[in-house]
């Protein structure tokens, strides 16, 4: 439950991150395909639970991801990255969170739902992957499985919540 | 036992001693262009010698100890114990890709508050922008707009001047144009600090407000304040303008120049002015003066009444009656010194008068008189002046008895001659009493002039009025020409005739002596003089004396002589009826 939060908006920063330059466009060129991402919802998203999420954040020494670990994404490489990346949202944080918030359930469930719909597009495009990328989507495995340990010992969704936005501040350094 | 009791006692006084101190409250961190300041209020109840300590932390910097990791948290310089509510931390956030964490405690001498944290803050993501630097030149018909910033807050004065647009590459302008015309606001979204803007309205204020715009990223911005400019006027309008200063202003100053010029010419040349009234009869009259009644010897009075004259009519009631003035036979003495008394008439008015007693004798069916008419009395005037010497000629009374009406009352010192008992007024033939009445104070005894005008236009008719029975003659020859004349001569006209005496100097009018023998005799009682019948005619003809105004220009004391001349030779009434009407005649004696 706390490492879906974390890695939910993980992703969305990675996604955000491989984004950066077509940013203004609303066609994502990932090599030899083209995928059609809604950019500006993506965003929204991100910024109406942010607030919340550092708000109530009081865990200020732990910060399990970290910038470098998704920088220097070589251009080759972004359609395996985020197909990667995209694999390990859907089918390990999103599936695995739940919160009481009613607000917060509806913009995580819209941003699931457009994290399916780029995975969905993106099966056409014939991506390789290299290994440097591959230890990337390792390190972030490492980082979700030391959120479930750090907040293993609390019991409260309010801590499951907090620790879905641990990732928040990567997101915000490549928005 | 008694150690328990001191270490609970030493606790509880520790508790609340520290708890005593408030908390700050309201502790923010507020950015404003990456310049980043901890605001705080202290809590309620902080003595005022309280001082508050500052700390902060970068987020996921940790120890690991023993116990786990331990946040690290670091000492704000010139925030240590100071007594201000805040605290800039513009330095220490300087690296927008951390987030920071900041803390606060109030602290007295002997105890402190509990440290009161913010939440998390991103410096790029939770600031906000201050309005851009805006510069706007005007060229031709355009507006450039120059942008700048905002910039960076600069802690340091040695770090370069950075601009945020560098530091948020997403960020976009929104650019508000307020044209005061039309009172409309346009906003134009730029991605770039340059902007030209068309002017379309001359003469028009436009205002200009920039500020920076993002399209996703919830960041406050400030716009920058309204620089307003104004559009110059029209070319055109500046050339109309040109124009009518250039041409239209000084063509009318010449044409007023000109105006002027030739109201001025016209004043000093005399131009155009208008004599008095006063002034032209005393010019006009200066002929008169110099041809006296005397040396006119025009004394006949014809009388054009009906072929059988009413001799009973009553003044009331008077025929239309026509008086002329033949003149003796006499030559014509221009240079007779004594020059007394002269007949003056307008000429001007004379011709008006002449279309009113024409329409009033049309409108007098009964009278059946048609006039022969005359030429403007206006135009003869001169010539009758000159013409008249020496000739015998004859005044027909109707048209200019009417043109010598109207001179009376204008005349100074002029003799009035009161026929009319009623109103002091005489009558003329051919007119009514009322309309007699209606007029000024006629005399039949016309102006000189006027006869002139007859003779002039009616010369063939001069002939035979120089007969001695001019009266019988003057009879004959209008049922002679009767027919001859298509405007109305044929109509029966009684000519009566004024017989003057230049010896005796004396003027009878025969008609105005029947009269009054008639019906003044009670009054008078004597007998009229010789041709008393012409004399009765003439008053039949009533009063056909329209208006002649016998103007004296001699001394009084000369008639006073005269008159008792006269009254052996005109018996006892002429003079009476002389003096009664104040009717003077001067003779050559």
């Not at chain 1, 993506?42 to 020494?61: C, F, M, P, Q, V």
Request: contains cysteine; charged residues 20%; negative net charge.
């Amino acid at each position: 439950m706390k490492t879906l939060s974390s890695l939910c908006l993980l992703f969305l920063f990675l996604l955000l991150c491989c984004l950066t330059k077509p940013a203004r466009s609303q066609t994502l060129l990932l090599n030899s395909c083209s995928v059609n991402v809604n950019l500006e919802e993506l965003r929204k998203h991100y910024y109406s639970i942010r607030l919340n999420a550092i708000t109530g954040d009081d865990e200020i020494g732990v910060k399990f991801l970290d910038k470098s670990l998704i920088e220097d994404v070589q251009d080759g490489q972004r359609c395996c990255f985020l197909r990667l990346v995209l694999r390990f949202y859907v089918e390990r944080v999103f599936r695995s969170y739940t919160s009481s918030q009613p607000q917060d359930e509806r913009i995580l469930s819209s941003l699931a739902n457009t994290f399916i719909i780029i995975r969905k597009d993106m099966h056409k495009c014939h991506c390789l992957c290299e290994e440097p990328t591959q230890k990337r989507v390792d390190a972030l495995h490492q980082a979700f499985n030391q959120v479930l340990k750090v907040f293993s010992n609390y019991h409260s969704e309010s801590y499951t919540f907090l620790s879905f936005f641990k990732l928040f501040d990567v997101f915000v350094i490549y928005l | 036992m008694w150690k328990t009791v001191l270490l609970l006692s030493l606790g509880a006084l520790w508790c609340t001693v520290s708890a005593s101190l408030p908390s700050p409250t309201s502790v923010i961190i507020s950015s404003v262009n990456l310049r980043n300041v901890l605001e705080w209020t202290p809590g309620n109840g902080t003595p005022g010698d309280a001082i508050f300590t500052v700390q902060y932390a970068v987020y996921g910097d940790s120890d690991a100890d023993s116990k786990g990791r331990r946040v690290r948290w670091r000492v704000v310089q010139g925030c240590v114990e100071v007594a201000q509510s805040w605290c800039d931390l513009s330095n220490e956030t300087w690296d927008l890709e951390h987030g920071y964490y900041a803390r606060v405690r109030a602290k007295t001498r002997r105890t402190s508050s509990t440290w009161v944290f913010t939440r998390r803050f991103d410096p790029k993501s939770d600031t906000t922008f201050g309005p851009p630097l805006v510069t706007i030149e005007i060229e031709n018909n355009s507006a450039i707009i120059t942008i700048k910033g905002p910039m960076r807050y600069q802690p340091k004065n040695h770090m370069a001047v950075v601009s945020m647009a560098t530091l948020y590459p997403q960020m976009l302008y929104n650019l508000s144009v307020k044209n005061t015309y039309h009172g409309e606001t346009s906003h134009f979204r730029l991605s770039s600090g340059l902007y030209k803007h068309l002017l379309s309205d001359y003469n028009t204020e436009y205002c200009f407000s920039v500020k920076a715009k993002f399209l996703v990223m919830p960041i406050q911005c400030q716009s920058s304040e309204w620089q307003c400019i104004t559009t110059p006027q029209d070319p055109l309008v500046s050339q109309l303008q040109w124009v009518i200063m250039g041409i239209v202003v000084p063509f009318l100053c010449v044409c007023v120049i000109v105006v002027i010029g030739h109201i001025l010419y016209q004043y000093l040349m005399g131009m155009g002015q208008k004599t008095p009234y006063t002034l032209d009869q005393g010019i006009f009259n200066q002929p008169s003066l110099a041809f006296p009644l005397e040396k006119i010897n025009l004394n006949a009075i014809n009388d054009i009444a009906p072929a059988d004259p009413m001799p009973d009519q009553h003044f009331e009631d008077p025929p239309p009656q026509y008086a002329r003035y033949l003149p003796p036979q006499l030559p014509y003495d221009c240079g007779h010194p004594s020059i007394d008394y002269s007949f003056v008439f307008s000429p001007s008015t004379s011709c008006r008068q002449e279309e009113r007693m024409r329409g009033r004798v049309n409108d007098e069916g009964g009278n059946n008189l048609n006039h022969q008419k005359h030429h403007s009395s206006g135009v003869y005037a001169p010539q009758a002046t000159s013409s008249c010497l020496g000739r015998s000629f004859h005044a027909d009374l109707p048209e200019h008895s009417a043109s010598a009406e109207l001179s009376a009352p204008e005349q100074a010192g002029t003799l009035h001659i009161p026929l009319n008992q009623k109103g002091d007024k005489i009558t003329v033939s051919g007119m009514e009493e009322k309309n007699a009445n209606e007029l000024e104070p006629l005399l039949s005894v016309y102006a000189a002039h006027n006869t002139k005008c007859m003779a002039a236009a009616h010369s063939e008719q001069s002939d035979f009025r120089l007969a001695d029975d001019l009266r019988a003659m003057g009879l004959e020859e209008t049922e002679k020409d009767g027919g001859g004349h298509a405007e109305g001569e044929e109509q029966e006209r009684e000519i009566i005739f004024i017989d003057w005496d230049p010896k005796l100097g004396k003027l009878v009018l025969p008609e105005l002596a029947k009269w009054i023998d008639s019906g003044n005799e009670p009054e008078n009682g004597g007998e009229s003089n010789e041709g008393g019948e012409e004399e009765g005619n003439v008053m039949e003809g009533a009063l056909l004396l329209g208006d002649v105004f016998v103007r004296q220009a001699s001394e009084e004391e000369e008639q006073a002589p005269r008159e008792p001349e006269r009254d052996p030779e005109g018996g006892g009434e002429g003079p009476d009826i002389l003096a009664k009407w104040n009717l003077v005649f001067p003779s050559d004696d």
